[in-house]
């Protein structure tokens, strides 16, 4: 006597043939398990963690901090600049840094860094680009040029500047003093979540090597 399998577990076993062995089960987005990126010369992968029941354990899961000094930052802080998402951060990397078109600027202090930041980010923190004798090699690295003692940046790249969320301030006073030291808006992109929403999406970090 054949047994006749239920109708949803017939459905549910074709289905299950049918998805790849490797098979991402949470995306980037919809079609997009992941980014492949260069950071010096090493291929990292962009990807969100796949375990259904991850939880933050570190200093990220706080949910308050004495404000002032941290208290939340607008949406958009300075005018004209843009803020950005996730995934604007992810296709950045993809597109410009990997391109050298453009720099994702961790604005943090060292040890914020250190710990961890964003794949392809490099460490210039904001405390540096407030009075620094060497303002000079680092708007050189960035593709700006010196034209009779003012600078142009018409080929400088685009800095994409974040912090550790919302709640820090590191992040608006890199851009307030690249802005006083005459980096045009237009090049300046910001990330308000931070390395705190990028690692609440699971996303891929990166432990710079000492």
Same mark, same amino acid.
């Given at each position: 006597?054949?047994? @006749?399998?239920?109708?949803?577990? =017939?459905?549910?076993?074709?289905?299950?043939?049918?998805? +790849? &062995?490797?098979?991402?089960?949470?995306?980037? =987005?919809?079609?997009?398990?992941?980014?492949?990126?260069?950071?010096?010369?090493?291929?990292?992968? %962009?990807?969100? *963690?796949?375990?259904?029941?991850?939880?933050?354990?570190?200093?990220?899961? @706080?949910?308050?901090?004495?404000? +002032?000094?941290?208290?939340?930052?607008?949406?958009?802080? %300075?005018?004209?600049?843009?803020?950005?998402?996730? !995934?604007? &951060?992810?296709?950045?990397?993809?597109?410009?840094?990997?391109?050298? @078109?453009? %720099?994702?600027?961790?604005?943090?202090?060292?040890?914020?860094?250190?710990? /961890? =930041?964003? +794949?392809?980010? *490099?460490?210039?923190?904001?405390?540096?680009?407030?009075?620094?004798?060497?303002?000079?090699?680092?708007?050189?690295?960035?593709?700006?040029?010196?034209?009779?003692?003012?600078?142009?940046?018409? @080929?400088?790249?685009?800095?994409?500047?974040?912090?550790? /969320?919302?709640?820090?301030?590191?992040?608006?006073?890199?851009?307030?003093?690249? !802005?006083?030291?005459?980096?045009?808006?237009?090049?300046?992109?910001?990330?308000?979540?931070?390395?705190?929403?990028?690692?609440?999406?699971? !996303?891929?970090?990166?432990? +710079?090597?000492?």
């Amino acid at each position: 006597m054949i047994k @006749k399998m239920p109708l949803a577990v =017939t459905l549910l076993s074709l289905a299950l043939l049918n998805i +790849p &062995v490797n098979a991402v089960e949470i995306n980037i =987005t919809e079609g997009l398990p992941y980014v492949d990126v260069d950071v010096n010369g090493e291929s990292v992968r %962009i990807e969100r *963690i796949q375990d259904l029941n991850h939880k933050l354990t570190n200093s990220y899961t @706080k949910t308050s901090r004495p404000a +002032p000094p941290f208290s939340i930052q607008p949406f958009q802080p %300075i005018k004209d600049i843009e803020t950005v998402s996730e !995934l604007n &951060v992810i296709n950045f990397i993809k597109d410009e840094v990997n391109n050298n @078109k453009g %720099i994702l600027l961790d604005a943090r202090m060292p040890k914020w860094h250190n710990a /961890g =930041t964003i +794949p392809g980010a *490099i460490n210039v923190p904001f405390s540096i680009l407030a009075s620094n004798k060497f303002i000079d090699q680092i708007f050189g690295l960035f593709g700006a040029s010196k034209d009779g003692g003012n600078w142009n940046f018409s @080929k400088a790249q685009t800095l994409l500047v974040f912090d550790n /969320g919302p709640w820090c301030q590191q992040g608006v006073h890199a851009m307030k003093n690249l !802005l006083k030291l005459g980096y045009p808006k237009s090049k300046i992109r910001y990330y308000r979540g931070g390395i705190q929403y990028w690692q609440i999406l699971g !996303l891929t970090t990166f432990t +710079p090597k000492k």
